[in-house]
């Protein structure tokens, strides 16, 4: 990887693993508004986003995690219990929040050279509002997201192509 990257190789290696272990994982947060253009700032954790019922302890890879530091339910936008893990690997923080079905829309995006899957725009702003009153990163989130959104003149439509494209999948699934 290169010096000027946003990731740290050890924050990729996680990503990369937790793919790995789990092709269904979806990554949210920083990752996902960086990885879609959205936000331009280096990334320090991972979100990473799993159905309700998915056993961690069948599941998920825990060679890389050093300390876990929190287990709660949290509620979303919609007033949705949704149960979040922290975990610590080394320096990076990792958090799994295990939402309904309906909430999983993704986009495929190459991060670096591996396909992962990204949480819609949609549902990560909206992540980043619900966390916006805890830390003043979530506010500064906010504030490039929505300036990029409206000064880039292919940003709001960008943003609505990828929005429509996801409820146009999510609503086959049907």
């Known amino acids: ?5 946003k990731v740290s190789e050890e924050l990729f290696d996680l ?6 272990s789990n092709p ?5 947060g ?20 799993f159905p ?16 876990f530091e929190s287990s709660e339910t949290i509620t979303d936008f919609d007033g949705v219990p949704v149960q979040r893990v922290g975990m610590k690997s080394s320096k990076t923080k990792i958090c799994v929040f295990k939402l309904p ?7 495929e995006v190459d991060f670096f050279g591996l396909k992962i899957c990204v949480q819609n725009p949609e549902q990560a702003i909206w992540a980043k509002i619900c966390y916006s009153d ?12 929505f300036k990029n959104l409206l000064t880039n003149p292919n940003g709001l439509q960008r943003f609505t192509n990828i929005v429509n494209s996801n409820k ?3 609503n086959s699934k049907d």
């Not at 990503?15 to 790995?20: D, L, P, S």
């Not at 269904?24 to 949210?28: D, E, L, P, Q, V």
């Not at 920083?30 to 986003?49: C, K």
């Not at 805890?134 to 997201?145: A, G, M, N, P």
């Open 52 to 67: 309700i019922g998915f056993s961690m302890s069948k599941n998920f890879n825990f060679k890389d995690i050093d300390a």
């Open 101 to 107: 079905s309906e909430q999983l829309q993704y986009t």
């Open 134 to 145: 805890k830390t003043y990163k979530h506010r500064k989130d906010l504030f490039e997201v």
């Open 1 to 5: 990887m290169e010096k000027n990257v």
């Open 24 to 28: 269904t994982a979806i990554f949210g």
């Open 30 to 49: 920083s990752i996902a508004l960086n990885a879609l253009g959205l936000l331009d700032r280096p990334i320090h954790d991972i979100d990473v986003l």
């Open 15 to 20: 990503v990369k693993n937790i793919q790995i």
């Open 168 to 170: 146009k999948a999510y």
